[in-house]
Nanobody, 127 residues
Framework: QTQLVESGGGLVQPGGSLRLSCAASGFILGFYAIGWFRQAPGKEREGVSCISSKGGSPIYADSVKGRFTISRDNAKNRVYLQMNSLKPEDTAVYYC????????????????????WGQGTQVTVSS
């Protein structure tokens, strides 16, 4: 079965950190670029970050630049999103998505281009 599964979400205080994990099964993640998205209640889904299939040239949304770090371990078929200095406005359901792109990304693909999506993991930043 081809699927992506996110984990690592939870409740954290402002200024805290979380590391999200995106695990792939049924396909080789190393052939895919990965994007992280989030959707807050009442808001549209927005792109957070993306990373090329071989791990180079990560791209970040301005709202998370300098606080979030995307990385991948293709040997483990996983992609991570390290989130530091979390703010209440980071509260959302976070999703990972995969797209079969071999070339180094120059910009993050549109959400409509991704082929596989996870079910999401809730991140709540609150005191």
């Amino acid at each position: 079965q081809t699927q992506l599964v996110e984990s690592g979400g939870g409740l954290v205080q402002p200024g805290g950190s979380l590391r999200l994990s995106c695990a792939a099964s049924g396909f080789i993640l190393g052939f895919y670029a990965i994007g992280w998205f989030r959707q807050a209640p009442g808001k549209e889904r927005e792109g957070v970050s993306c990373i090329s299939s071989k791990g180079g040239s990560p791209i970040y949304a301005d709202s998370v630049k300098g606080r979030f770090t995307i990385s991948r371990d293709n040997a483990k078929n996983r992609v991570y999103l390290q989130m530091n200095s979390l703010k209440p406005e980071d509260t959302a359901v976070y999703y990972c998505a995969a797209i079969a792109v071999w070339a180094v990304l120059e910009k993050c693909p549109s959400e409509y281009e991704y082929e596989y999506w996870g079910q999401g993991t809730q991140v709540t930043v609150s005191s």
